[in-house]
């Protein structure tokens, strides 16, 4: 059984789709779901975003569980342009196995291999990212890998970090973070997301821009992911 986890269901979604002979489960009111790609077993479980939601949920996921591998995915920010948009992260300083060792095939895959760095909060300034890239020498951030790592580690599983970037300093967030996501709530609020754009019309084509970066780069992660899942 290979586990695969994301953040939120907009990570998820074009994977999902790929998932033949799904069910869903509810185990201690985590609730996951298990398909196959081709003859692989596989479950899927959506951690939330930040360390309180996502330490409960994966510490509740993997109790009285082994898995084969489970690779954290999902998305990540660039910390400076060497990562374009769509690029494909193995965070080296998190992943316990590498892709090589998985199989010669592997080392063809278009993955950039660097540190990642698990930050409390979504990173919007260009000013931010690069004191970030100086003082942690990470290419990139996420909000859940680390304690996805740490939980990994307790367990005894192995685990693949693989993250696909959807903003960078050239290209980053077409709101303040806290427009887009609210962490506490553990999603979007609509109204406070209307309420900016209509207050900033300018900004409503960077957001139809970052909506269609945001369902490629779902395509790239589940592309990449399939094929990973194939090759085991």
Known sequence: MIAVTFALPAESSEFLRRLRNQSRTDRSGIRTIRGTIDDRAVEVLHTGVGEKVCRQRVTEFLQDRQFDLLISSGFAGALNDKLQIGALLLAKNLS????????????????????????????????????????????????????????????????????????????????PPHVLFDIEQQRTNLLKLAAFFLAHPNRIARLIQFARRIANARKILANTLVAIVREL
């Open 96 to 175: 316990t196995v590498e892709l090589t060792e998985m199989g010669s095939s592997f080392s063809r895959l278009p993955i950039h291999e660097a540190d990642l760095l698990t930050v409390r909060a979504l990173i919007d300034s260009n000013d931010e990212r690069n004191k970030i890239a100086r003082t942690s020498g990470a290419a990139a951030v996420d909000m859940e890998t680390e304690f996805i790592a740490r939980a990994c580690a307790e367990h005894g599983i192995p685990l693949l970090s693989l993250r696909v970037i959807t903003d960078t300093p050239r290209e980053p967030f077409p709101a």
